[in-house]
């Protein structure tokens, strides 16, 4: 069964643009969670969706969404990107949402 | 404060031998879960084992075990047998409100340990 896959791997962006980062979950999975990876930060949880609903959402600004097609494939938003936003954006999928969560590569997104 | 704490900023580990990477957590609710992951410089996180706070027994999964002591707090990684691919960050993280009906649930994690194996 094919893994958790992330597109693009790796993003450089200037301050203001947008990005869309995409995640693809592992067949059957349903739950689909986001964080935020930064060396002063750590691990940081954005959003979790399931069944195409946002269930849960971290300390984030609203510059930070996201959303779940019919598929369960996942996108997540951010807009006028800011330099702090430069960090590894990993997508983790599981079958529910209190089941152990499965990552991708991650994308590692910089911005100038 | 802290709800995952990882006090090993970095480990150093000779081959062959085994190696125990602390984590201890803070919570007040009594269902929750543990978990471990490993994350080579690659940058993705790989599952290596999880514990209930209901399971009675400790988790092992292969080289790993996870010492879990309910009452302390702890839930230390052990790896057996260390091979030079063990080389990574390794982090602990906890899942609070585990509800077996579908629930939400996000992950915890602590600032992780990097542990180096020595040839």
């Known amino acids: 069964k094919a893994g958790v896959t992330q597109t693009p791997r790796y993003l450089i962006k200037t301050r203001g643009q947008q990005v869309t980062l995409s995640c693809s979950p592992i067949?059957?999975?349903?739950?689909v969670s986001w964080y935020q990876q930064t060396p002063g930060q750590g691990l940081q949880f954005l959003f979790e969706?399931?069944?195409?609903?946002?269930?849960n959402k971290g300390n984030f600004p609203g510059r930070f969404s996201g959303r779940q097609f019919s598929n369960s494939r996942s996108e997540m938003n951010v807009s006028t990107l800011e330099l702090g936003d430069s960090a590894l954006y990993l997508c983790?999928?599981?079958?529910?949402?209190?089941?152990?969560?499965?990552f991708g590569p991650g994308t590692r997104l910089t911005v100038l | 404060a802290q709800k995952i704490t990882q006090t090993q900023p970095g480990m150093f580990v000779q081959e062959k031998e085994a190696v125990t990477l602390d984590c201890t957590y803070d919570t007040s609710d009594q269902s929750y879960g543990l978990f471990w992951y490993k994350q080579p410089s690659s940058g993705e996180m790989i599952f290596l084992i999880y514990?209930?706070?209901?399971?009675?027994q400790n988790a092992t999964e292969g080289r790993y075990s996870l010492n879990f002591q309910k009452a302390r707090k702890s839930a230390n990684l052990v790896i057996s047998a260390s091979q030079l691919g063990d080389s990574a960050m390794y982090f602990c993280?906890?899942?609070?409100?585990?509800?077996?009906?579908?629930?939400?649930?996000?992950?915890?994690f602590g600032k992780g340990t990097k542990l180096s194996v020595k040839p």
């Open positions: 514990q209930g706070s209901y399971d009675e």
């Open positions: 067949s059957g999975h349903r739950s």
């Open positions: 993280a906890m899942r609070e409100g585990v509800d077996y009906g579908g629930s939400q649930g996000n992950l915890i």
């Open positions: 969706y399931f069944s195409e609903t946002q269930r």
């Open positions: 983790a999928s599981s079958l529910e949402g209190a089941d152990t969560q499965y």
